[in-house]
């Protein structure tokens, strides 16, 4: 087999020379096209849904609200997978989507899917910021009571 292909490599010459010049070119061209960045996002695209529901025992937060949740989230296009953790007065839902799902269209998909599900009275669902692995390391939040938000702004 490997004779034959040697042959035929031998004997067609011009056809072998025009391939590998068109691969060295395609490669070059592919080669100038491809996106380096210092640290490059590989995370998966994810939204999570927290709500805290305070003075609900698990089993109520996941009947009350980490269901319905997860109803309305479950058509949410591209989602790949889902699951669901309730504890005492918290439910937590991480959302895995595709690959090639933009963030923030996935986020606003989710902003609209909960916003239809009606949940007990002063319990609002929320999205965690939107971090990647490489992104986020420290959160910090400036509180003061002898200054106002603009002054505070300044600091």
Request: proline share 6%; with cysteine; glycine share 6%.
């Amino acid at each position: 087999m490997i004779n034959r292909i040697i042959s035929i490599c031998l004997r067609k010459r011009l056809v072998v020379v025009m391939v590998s010049t068109l691969l060295t070119v395609f490669g070059y061209f592919s080669w100038t096209k491809l996106a380096v960045e210092a640290y490059p996002d590989i995370g998966d695209v994810t939204a999570q849904v927290v709500t805290q529901a305070p003075g609900l025992a698990a089993e109520e937060v996941e009947q009350q609200i980490t269901i319905p949740l997860e109803r309305a989230l479950a058509g949410t296009p591209g989602l790949e997978s889902m699951r669901s953790s309730s504890t005492f007065g918290l439910s937590i839902i991480p959302i895995v989507f595709r690959d090639g799902v933009d963030d923030y269209w996935a986020r606003q998909r989710v902003t609209d899917n909960i916003s239809q599900v009606t949940l007990p009275p002063g319990i609002q669902p929320s999205l965690l910021p939107l971090a990647g692995p490489t992104g986020e390391i420290y959160r910090y939040t400036l509180e003061s009571d002898t200054k106002n938000l603009m002054e505070l702004s300044e600091i």
